[in-house]
């Protein structure tokens, strides 16, 4: 059920599943081109949680990414922010954050009970890939992207807050567990992982009914 | 070594869209840059920035050369060279 949600700057979309009471989890898709590649991957997990597990979700679209009508070219990280704040404020519920990769930059808010990541990608690293996309001159701007400088400066200053962190076997960097799959977000087209997707819906309802107890 | 060979088999897997069985065939004298059509230059930018994510290194422009990206061996040492330091 496609809904609207209310923030500082205007209005935009986001996407609900399952039950419309007890916890809601938020979903924070990551930034630019892994959104494409993400976004049916998210869905598949945020609709597993409310089929298999009976806990709601929701989806939403954030200023200056996707469907939003705010241009990238006006994209800014404290809008971005207060964009997925507002969202969970509005889905109503006790609100957990689902971020994956750049969407962990994103769930800094209050309005979030606790934070669940799956391998979050820091600003710094966010910035180096940018720039490597953008030297590569295939599209314009940043992968098609065009992005403003304040956005870009902001980047390396832009840390992931403490949460239970999945990441993928072969990544060295601390986890509280590895599981085993492809990076979709590097693949050359989207595609989807129900395995994977299964995994990570039965680890995030057990976490939530965990910080619910 | 055998560690970061498993991560940089599984980050071409992932980047360049290769079965698992076409990526267990490489060995150290495996051609890549020029040789695997999949490996364009965002290709490129994706096996950096997910070896860096992975590995936990940085991976500056002037180490970035053709002599690094010829073959399956030449890649994993530079990436072994990064992380013993």
Known sequence: MIEPYDWAGGREAMVRFGPGSGPVVIAALPLFEEANRMRGFAATILRLLAENHRIAGVLPELPGTGESLIPSERIAISDLRAGFAAAARTAGGRAYSMALRSGALLDGSVVIRRRWHFAPQPGDALLRMLRRIHRTGDAPGYGGHRLPDTFLDELPDCHVEPARTLRLEGDTRPADRLVPGRALWRGPTPDNDLDLATLLADDLAAWVRMCEA | ?85
Not at chain 2, 12 to 41: H, I, M, N, Q
Not at chain 2, 46 to 51: K, R, S, W, Y
Request: glycine share 10%.
């Open chain 2, 1 to 85: 070594m055998l560690d970061i060979e498993t991560t940089v088999r599984g980050v071409l897997r992932d980047v360049l869209g290769l079965s698992d069985e076409r990526v267990a065939a490489f060995d150290e004298t495996t051609p890549l840059f020029g040789a695997l059509p999949e490996l364009d230059s965002l290709a490129v930018a994706g096996v950096l920035t997910e070896i860096e994510d992975r590995l936990g290194i940085l991976i500056e422009d002037d180490e970035v050369d053709g002599e690094m990206l010829e073959s399956f061996g030449t890649l994993t040492r530079f990436a072994a060279q990064k992380v013993l330091g």
